[in-house]
């Protein structure tokens, strides 16, 4: 009976902690929750009243789940985004957004979410003045939901072009991640200084090694005549439907290996405790339910591709359609993992 990669995981990840739990008990790290609650409020301490009041919102306004990932400016290139944005905070204030930020993220994800800005400033050298957007690595905006506390419930969200993470916490514990999102304009930096640089390499390269290895029986399942849907931005829910394309019972054992490693493209993005909470949701619900399916238009500059995950408590969403600003074919990406059957924490409708 296979066994995922998952589970193994899971496996060692007990003997490692028991082990390390007798060795340091004293020096064990506070759990995610409670450092998203320390560094929220050491954020908010540094913050004006007038920022405060820029940055602050009620737990239940509509805001909260109004998420986006687009660029969200009006005719005039200014931004439409609520929130506090990064320009205007002063080196101490932006270190502690930036501190918040990386309690929600692991090490690889923070230094991808760095990446993911600092592309606003080779959009900028591509487009020139005449753009349609505004392109700056400093338009990123922090909400804080509630009031951050280790007893109530209270969330926050950082995000921009490009990236967006929202994280909904419940008597000091993380409720939901999600939903959280990861773009890249351009996907593979083709020119100039940075030429070569892919910024989200191994959401790419894991489905591509899933995809090659299907038999002609199994694409018949996986192949979608047409591609995926946009991700939908600015809702709780995914509105991604049924399951669609083969379900993992039907992949062989190493096919349900780089079908564990796509899913891990995208949890390793979290904290290890929240990965791994994320995981259990996953494995109590069943590995064998999750479905994967892609479509690839091969007879098309750039090949442009989309996949999705999607099991019982999760859907993965790839898409890579869109030209890059230098107007290289297939070369921009927006990648999400959300929550099923909502984000935020929130019930189904």
């Not at 922090?142 to 072009?161: A, M």
């Not at 989309?306 to 107007?327: C, I, L, M, W």
Request: proline share 6%; glycine share 8%.
């Amino acid at each position: 009976m296979y066994r995922s990669p998952l589970l193994r995981m899971f496996g060692a990840a007990v003997v490692c902690a028991a082990l390390a739990g007798v060795a340091m008990v004293a020096n064990q790290a506070p759990p995610t929750g409670a450092r998203m609650t320390t560094a929220a409020e050491k954020f908010l301490g540094t913050l004006s009243p007038e920022q405060k009041k820029a940055a602050t919102f009620a737990y239940d306004d509509p805001h909260r789940t109004a998420w986006f990932f687009t660029p969200q400016q009006d005719k005039a290139k200014q931004s439409t985004r609520k929130g506090l944005r990064f320009d205007g905070l002063n080196d101490k204030q932006k270190a502690a957004a930036m501190e918040l930020l990386r309690t929600g993220l692991s090490d690889s994800g923070y230094q991808q979410v760095e990446t993911i800005m600092s592309l606003e400033s080779i959009l900028a050298d591509l487009e020139g003045s005449k753009g349609a957007m505004t392109r700056n690595p400093t338009w990123y905006f922090v909400s804080v939901f509630g009031e951050p506390s280790n007893t109530g419930s209270w969330g926050w969200r950082i995000e921009g072009h490009h990236f967006s993470t929202s994280f909904t916490l419940e008597k000091g514990e993380v409720l939901s991640p999600a939903p959280m999102m990861f773009g890249a304009n351009p996907a593979e930096v083709r020119d100039g200084p940075k030429k070569g640089l892919r910024t989200l390499p191994e959401a790419e390269d894991t489905a591509k090694k899933l995809i090659a290895s299907l038999n002609d029986e199994q694409k018949k399942v996986a192949v979608q005549a047409k591609q995926l849907p946009e991700i939908n931005e600015g809702f709780a829910d995914a509105k991604v439907g049924a399951p669609l394309g083969i379900p993992a019972e039907k992949l062989n054992d190493s096919q349900k290996e780089l079908l564990t490693a796509v899913i891990n493209a995208y949890a390793n993005r979290m904290p290890n405790d929240v990965a791994k909470a994320e995981r259990d949701r996953l494995k109590d619900a069943g590995f064998d339910k999750v479905h994967f399916a892609y479509c690839v238009e091969a007879d098309k500059p750039g090949k442009p591709y989309t996949y999705r995950v999607q099991g019982p408590t999760f859907v993965v969403e790839f898409v890579n359609v869109q030209a890059d600003s230098a107007k290289n074919p297939a070369n921009h990406i927006h990648s999400s993992w959300r929550r099923l059957p909502m984000d935020f924490g929130l019930k189904a409708k």
